[in-house]
């Protein structure tokens, strides 16, 4: 259980389902009212490791992703999701990536009490490769050394986009950013039932996170306006 004083809250779910432009949205929200934004994306375009939070301390909500985009995170996005890779050669790169990230930024800034909004952590782990070919079981993925550091440190809400799988279909034809593996839809109805499963919240809510199960399958502003309204009641 985590000690800390700072607001971790992590957005999760299917390849497609919304995450990005919900945290977009949010970012566009927290610049509005004057907040200093760290923005791990911006961040990567200049520089080709991942940053350290004394580096960075000056900010008030810090935007983060997994995998990252560089070291371990780019052979993940690069090779690893686009080639035949075990699903126990996904668990320890991400779990390795994790755990550099958490060390560097994630963990220094919750104990000074910062906000981090990140697309996808260990909870992606947790639903994704199991099920994979050559996967871990799950008793063996959260005892890799990245995850427990990650479940020692849970976020304090996790954001789970929901939407039907065959939905994703046009989404994917229209977005030239192919998700490699993670366009097969049998594959994504699977995922989708695990993020809404009883043991996958139950497992979190024992590690002191509240799991909220959010709709993207709504008209685009309203669905910006309802993330806005859940996190500013999260965060008051």
């Not at 779910?13 to 004057?34: C, D, M, V, Y």
């Not at 994630?106 to 260990?122: C, F, M, N």
């Not at 939905?167 to 593996?181: A, H, I, Q």
Request: some cysteine; proline content about 3%; overall charge negative.
């Amino acid at each position: 259980m985590r000690h800390d004083t700072g607001q971790f809250i992590v957005f999760d779910g299917i390849a497609g389902s919304g995450k990005s432009t919900l945290i977009k949205a949010l970012k566009e929200h927290f610049a509005k009212q004057g907040k200093r934004i760290f923005d791990l994306s911006e961040w990567t375009k200049d520089h080709h490791e991942p940053p350290r939070f004394e580096d960075i301390a000056n900010f008030d909500i810090y935007f983060t992703f997994e995998p990252t985009k560089y070291w371990v995170g780019s052979a993940i996005r690069f090779e690893l999701s686009h080639e035949n890779y075990s699903g126990l050669v996904h668990a320890h790169a991400f779990s390795l990536d994790r755990q550099i990230q958490y060390n560097r930024l994630i963990i220094p800034a919750l104990v000074a009490g910062k906000t981090i909004i990140q697309d996808r952590s260990v909870s992606s782990s947790i639903v994704y490769q199991p099920i994979m070919e050559g996967g871990p079981k799950l008793e063996e993925l959260i005892k890799l050394p990245g995850n427990t550091l990650a479940l020692e440190f849970a976020p304090n809400h996790i954001i789970v986009t929901n939407i039907d799988a065959h939905k994703l279909v046009d989404r994917f034809k229209r977005d030239d950013d192919s998700k490699g593996l993670y366009e097969n839809i049998e594959y994504l109805q699977q995922v989708n039932k695990r993020f809404e499963s009883n043991w996958f919240s139950e497992l979190f809510t024992n590690n002191g996170t509240c799991v909220h199960h959010f709709s993207t399958d709504l008209e685009i502003e309203n669905m910006k306006q309802n993330i806005i309204n859940l996190i500013t009641s999260i965060l008051k």
